[in-house]
């Protein structure tokens, strides 16, 4: 899968006001069921070596998978993820650099200027949710992102960015790092408040993943149909 996106998509020409870093930006492994984030890490390992070293792209390690255990966050701040780099709120292209600021674990240490780099992981299990905020202005749902996170002072375990998404809405996007400590709703109705405070409305968030229990299901459906 890697190989065909790789092939496929020139990140060279790609423009977007979704951050990225590669034409695959980050593979995320997590332990399910009976799995051990230890046996996960492992697994997170081989693959970025293989990303790396037979496909040329440069791969970052993070979490369990890092020697450090590095976060996701810090690596892509290294990296200028979070930093447009065109006009209008816009990411385009790859950037213009012969040298990575830091060097990559796996892989060249030169960015092919079509592909970018990729970043993979081993955590515990994250919650991807969305708010839509009504509005055009990306710098209010920058504001309301920053004060939901934990780096600015907001809920533990919540990273927040806010993007612009087109026809007068904005979101805030957050990661929930330990959705058991800090869920949906929590963040729901904190950017609700926060929102009411600029003089915004707000639609339901939405998760942009599956659930746990809803993946090991399709697995095994997926495994008995396999088997019949």
């Known amino acids: 899968m890697v190989r065909a996106a790789l092939e496929a998509i020139d990140f060279g020409a790609h423009a977007g006001t979704h951050p990225r870093l590669g034409a695959v930006d980050h593979i995320c492994f997590h332990p399910l069921a009976h799995a051990s984030l230890r046996h996960v890490a492992d697994l997170t390992g081989a693959v970025a070596a293989d990303i790396g070293d037979e496909l040329q792209v440069p791969t970052f390690l993070y979490g369990a998978a890092h020697r450090e255990g590095r976060t996701l966050a810090s690596i892509r701040r290294q990296l200028g993820y979070f930093k447009p780099n065109s006009s209008g709120d816009q990411w385009r292209g790859a950037p213009e650099t012969d040298a990575l600021p830091v060097a990559p674990d796996a892989g060249p240490e030169r960015p092919p200027r079509s592909k970018g780099v990729v970043v993979v992981g081993a955590t515990g299990w994250v919650d991807n949710y969305n708010v839509p ?74 998760y942009t993943d599956y659930s746990q229990d809803k993946i090991v299901e399709l697995y095994l459906k997926s495994a008995a149909n396999t088997e019949g």
């Open 133 to 206: 905020v009504r509005t055009g202005d990306v710098e209010a749902a920058r504001r309301i992102a920053r004060a939901v996170s934990e780096r600015g002072g907001g809920l533990p375990s919540v990273q927040a960015m806010g993007l612009a998404h087109g026809g007068g809405v904005v979101e805030v996007a957050c990661n929930l790092l330990d959705p058991a400590r800090v869920g949906a709703e929590q963040v729901q109705g904190m950017v609700e408040r926060l929102a009411a405070g600029e003089g915004l409305s707000v639609g339901k968030g939405y």
